[in-house]
């Protein structure tokens, strides 16, 4: 089992432009969360998804959005980039069971210039 | 509003000493607490969870509500735990809270 994985590992964007990050969830899970972890930070929370539809949404702006397919993959897309949403962002993956445990993926390291 | 404070940004200690990483909370809920970890170059991983009440890698944590803190201890440090640790905080059953990690170096 590979885990959760993402892609791509780096990606240089340009003031402006449109992002969009991929995950493939953990083997057995259902639920994907989004994460933004700027430099020196923790991660916040951005949103989750769960059975296609966005179930709960942090403090982010609607420049940020996401889809769920149904192989429980997810993509993040952010649009009009701006320099403060150079981070690295990490999916999670879990169960629908309440508290039950993320396994995040590696991150993708977003740098916009 | 939901919170987690971990005050230190650095801890550095000897190897055997003990160490202790300090995280605080504000939620008006009940609270569960997590402490995860992230080694040089490895992805964020569960170190451990408070309902569990488990021990892992010589690593405890108490959930103390009256102090609303939830600390990380360890008796005896190794130069492996020298890591990056978040504490966080689970609410509306399934959405974290980190706070901003504390950066341990075991000194050999």
């Known amino acids: 089992d590979a885990g959760v994985t993402q892609s791509p590992t780096h990606l240089i964007k340009t003031r402006g432009q449109q992002v969009t990050l991929r995950c493939s969830p953990k083997?057995?899970?259902?639920?994907v969360s989004w994460y933004q972890q700027a430099l020196g930070q923790g991660p916040q929370f951005i949103f989750q998804y769960y059975e296609e539809e966005e179930r709960q949404r942090g403090n982010f702006p609607d420049r940020f959005s996401g889809h769920q397919f149904p192989n429980y993959s997810s993509e993040l897309n952010v649009n009009a980039l701006l320099l403060g949403d150079s981070a690295l962002y990490l999916c999670?993956?879990?169960?629908?069971?309440?508290?039950?445990?993320?396994?995040f993926g590696s991150g993708t390291r977003l740098t916009v210039v | 509003a939901q919170r987690v404070t971990q005050p230190e940004k650095l801890l550095s200690v000897f190897k055997g000493a003990p160490v202790e990483l300090k995280c605080n909370y504000s939620y008006s809920g009940s609270p569960e607490l997590f402490w995860y970890v992230q080694y040089s170059r490895q992805r964020l991983q569960l170190l451990l969870r408070?309902?569990s009440r488990e021990s892992i890698k010589g690593f405890t944590a108490d959930l103390n509500k009256g102090e609303t803190s939830f600390h990380l201890k360890k008796p005896f440090a190794q130069e492996e735990d020298s890591a990056m640790y978040y504490c966080a905080l689970i609410f509306r059953g399934n959405q974290f809270y980190f706070g901003t990690g504390t950066s341990l170096t075991v000194i050999p």
């Open positions: 408070h309902i």
């Open positions: 999670a993956s879990s169960r629908a069971e309440p508290n039950y445990g993320y396994t």
């Open positions: 083997s057995g899970h259902d639920t």
